[in-house]
């Protein structure tokens, strides 16, 4: 089982980069897929979902209309479309599976936002 994130990086404020999350060794079937990000000196916190059944969406309010989370089956991969990017997005991102009871954690990606 791995969740591979990746596309981090540092970009100016307001610019835009994508997150991905390579799933190995799970489906996507009856599984919700999250994004989180932890600052440094701050908790952990829930950024945007995907259920994979019916593929509703939800987001915190400090991203919502800026970022939007999408996944490809095909690819067992989830994206998160970061847009308007602003100095407090700044945080390590980690992708997250849960399924029946199930939880995985992928290592974290940085992304920097300079102003």
């Known amino acids: 089982v791995q969740l591979q994130a990746s596309g981090g990086g540092l970009v100016q404020a307001g610019g835009s980069l994508r997150l991905s999350c390579a799933v190995s060794?799970?489906?996507?079937?009856?599984?919700?897929i999250a994004w989180f990000r932890q600052a440094p000196g701050k908790e952990r916190e829930g950024v945007a979902c995907?259920?994979?059944?019916?593929?509703?969406?939800v987001y915190s309010d400090s991203v919502k209309g800026r970022f939007t989370i999408s996944r490809d089956s095909a690819k067992n991969t989830v994206y998160l479309q970061m847009n308007s990017l602003k100095p407090e997005d700044t945080a390590v991102y980690y992708c997250?599976?849960?399924?029946?009871?199930?939880?995985?954690w992928g290592q974290g990606t940085q992304l920097t936002v300079s102003s």
């Open positions: 060794g799970l489906t996507f079937g009856n599984s919700a």
């Open positions: 997250h599976y849960s399924s029946r009871g199930s939880s995985y």
């Open positions: 995907i259920v994979s059944d019916n593929d509703d969406t």
